[in-house]
């Protein structure tokens, strides 16, 4: 059991108190401070959080995104930080014919609650991965990302002094825009012009062998799949039970197995019913992966050569879901969670993410981020085809958003690279390189 050390920082704090578990074993442990795999076991598996806290007590809003820190692995809290703001729907509820519409925003919306400065929920998992990092460890941070994640990591990171290097492709810098100016102990280096993410997700695999290094670790990290479990949990408290069905664009699905773990936890405690939310995830035409595995009924990833993942990746709006090895097939991973909630897999195209992007702003008054759109295009779809019921509890979790009201209103200041990688580049030399950047 983790300890229950007390630490000030914006708030007293105490420790949360809980245990990690194997999905594919099923065997109990410890955390020793940063434990991303089960020890002494072979097969692929996620590892969850147990909590010794088996009902939820919801903290005020003082708090950010700590007022869920009883299901949160944290071992302090960190400044700046806003939980997910949830409400009914008027305007969309209505366009659609839908009863119980209940939308989750993470982004900025100040009149909701909303308060999160990147407009994004990646700040759920910034906030709580930081979080979970003891005061002894001192190592560098490693984060791979296609935009959103690595903004909020850095602006977490900037605000706590928290060393990180950040990995990005080149592409996609142009999402790493900040309110001011960061604090030096933030780095960035991309793959060049042409790459994707999973070329960024290489970078980051070397330099986090490194000494003085350690992986953020992706999925695998229990604090990053809590955070954006938060999503979950402002929904349910919100609304007073689990929703019938949920909806997320996903390119990962990290957010989709985290509410799979979340609604599992609101069963457990008892107070919010004993359903499982249907997981209805979508992705962006024509970057397919998940979903062409999942209609093929398969647990393993279809094969998908780089050059023609590149071509469908440069087609996509919502660059975020550019994903080409998420974690679906592992023990615990997104294919699990769909088969176990009767989910499903859904696509939208550009033009539909960009007509529901519009709808959303006209009814319920905020911009969207484009991959926020798409989850918003295949509601649409779904409601409009006959595939939901008019009267369930419905969550749609709008990831991003606020984002072009943020910049009208702020100045902007944008990271640069500090050194930009070719495709497949060598070892030794991005090692030399990027050690260099922290001396």
Partial sequence: MVSSKRITMNKTFTRTSYRLQSVKSG???????????????????????????????????????????????LSRTLKGSSAPATYKSEGLAKALGLKNLWITFSGYWPEK?????????KETEAFSVCGRMTSDMNEVLVVA?????????????SENNIPLLVCVPEDNIGA?????????????????SGSDYFDAI???????????????????????????????????????????????????????????????????????????MKLMVSQNV????????????????????????????EGIDAKVLSNRKPPYPIAGGLFDALSDTGGDVLVATNEQARAAAQLFEETEGSDIHPAAAVATATLINAAQNGEIDKDATIMLNITGGGEDRFKAEKELFYLKPDLVFDFNPDVSEVKRKVASLFK
């Avoid at 790493?176 to 060049?192: A, G, H, Q, T």
């Avoid at 799949?225 to 689990?242: E, H, Q």
Wanted: glycine share 10%; aromatic share 12%.
């Fill in 145 to 157: 990302s296609a935009g959103n994640t690595s903004r909020s990591f850095a602006e977490v990171c």
């Fill in 286 to 313: 024509p970057f397919l992966p998940i979903y062409d595995a999942w209609k093929a009924g398969s647990r393993a990833m279809l094969p998908l050569d780089e050059t023609t993942a590149r071509k469908q990746v």
């Fill in 27 to 73: 065997k109990i442990f410890s955390d020793k401070g940063w434990t991303l795999d089960a020890p002494g076991e072979t097969e692929p598996s996620l590892i969850r959080a147990l909590y010794e806290k088996k009902q939820i007590d919801v903290k005020d809003n003082s708090w950010g995104l700590y007022k869920f820190s009883d299901w949160l692995p």
């Fill in 176 to 192: 790493l825009w900040f309110d001011e100016p960061l604090n030096d102990c933030v780095k960035l280096i991309c793959s060049r």
């Fill in 202 to 276: 290489h970078l980051s695999n070397i330099v986090a062998g490194m000494e003085g290094f350690i992986p953020e670790g992706g999925a695998k990290n229990v604090a990053r799949r809590d955070g954006m479990g938060t999503t979950v949990l402002s929904a349910v408290t919100a609304i007073g039970k689990i929703p019938d069905y949920y909806f997320q664009a996903v390119g990962s699905g990290t957010g989709a197995i985290a509410a799979w773990e979340a609604n599992m936890r609101f069963i457990e405690d008892g107070r919010f019913g004993k359903n499982k």
């Fill in 113 to 121: 609650g909303a308060n999160m400065t990147t407009c994004s929920f």
